[in-house]
T-cell receptor, first 114, second 113 residues
Framework: AQTVTQSQPEMSVQEAETVTLSCTYD???????LFWYKQPPSRQMILVIR??????QNATENRFSVNFQKAAKSFSLKISDSQLGDAAMYFC???????????FGAGTRLTVKP | DTAVSQTPKYLVTQMGNDKSIKCEQN?????MYWYKQDSKKFLKIMFS???????INETVPNRFSPKSPDKAHLNLHINSLELGDSAVYFC????????????FGPGTRLTVL
């Protein structure tokens, strides 16, 4: 079974600084997808970024980028120029390309200090 | 040990039918959730219960009715199923109310024909 681990229950960053959230996963599949979701205090989930495992290039969405290390099974999220609105829970997720089973990490709470 | 379990894993049914999805957690958490994930992987919170009481009820058709017989269970009943209900439904639990560390179930893929 695939598992997703977010080893940082909480992280803190100063406004305008950069922060990296860690995510590792365990799989025997070669083709899969990885996601980062954001859950702000409004509680609605926002899809921040996604990565296809067959793509070597790291995905980027504005201030959000990932460091995808396939061999290490690592998928970290980097937030540049952190803003107060980035404060939220961040969930990492894995989905196998063959079975479409999605697995979530338990989340990392990000606090942004003004 | 399965922390958050859902049954069934797959559910294929006809339009107009009524169906239920069950969720159970053995983590001793006080709060449970239902999320709906569409084909584009967008995830939306639908409901949240804390100690068997409804605390989040997002804009969801009233054909969807959550039921929490005890704090370890949160079932989702859907009446008069429609094509647009086809999605993957995830259950999750946490010790405190979201946004908080949450443990997700494996998901139930609902297909309405």
């Amino acid at each position: 079974a695939q598992t997703v681990t977010q080893s940082q229950p909480e992280m803190s960053v100063q406004e305008a600084e950069t922060v990296t959230l860690s995510c590792t996963y365990d799989t025997s599949e070669s083709d899969y997808y990885l996601f980062w979701y954001k859950q702000p205090p409004s509680r609605q989930m926002i899809l921040v970024i996604r990565q296809e495992a067959y793509k070597q290039q790291n995905a980027t969405e504005n201030r959000f980028s990932v460091n995808f290390q396939k061999a290490a099974k690592s998928f970290s999220l980097k937030i540049s120029d952190s803003q107060l609105g980035d404060a939220a829970m961040y969930f990492c997720a894995y989905e196998g390309a063959n079975n479409n089973d999605m697995r979530f990490g338990a989340g990392t709470r990000l606090t942004v200090k003004p | 040990d399965t922390a958050v379990s859902q049954t069934p894993k797959y559910l294929v049914t006809q339009m107009g039918n009524d169906k239920s999805i069950k969720c159970e957690q053995n983590l001793g958490h006080d709060t449970m959730y239902w999320y709906k994930q569409d084909s584009k992987k967008f995830l939306k919170i639908m409901f949240s219960y804390n100690n068997k009481e409804l605390i989040i009820n997002e804009t969801v058709p009233n054909r969807f009715s959550p039921k929490s017989p005890d704090k370890a269970h949160l079932n989702l009943h859907i009446n008069s199923l429609e094509l647009g209900d086809s999605a993957v439904y995830f259950c999750a639990s946490s010790q405190d109310a979201a946004p908080n560390e949450q443990f997700f179930g494996p998901g139930t893929r609902l297909t309405v024909l």
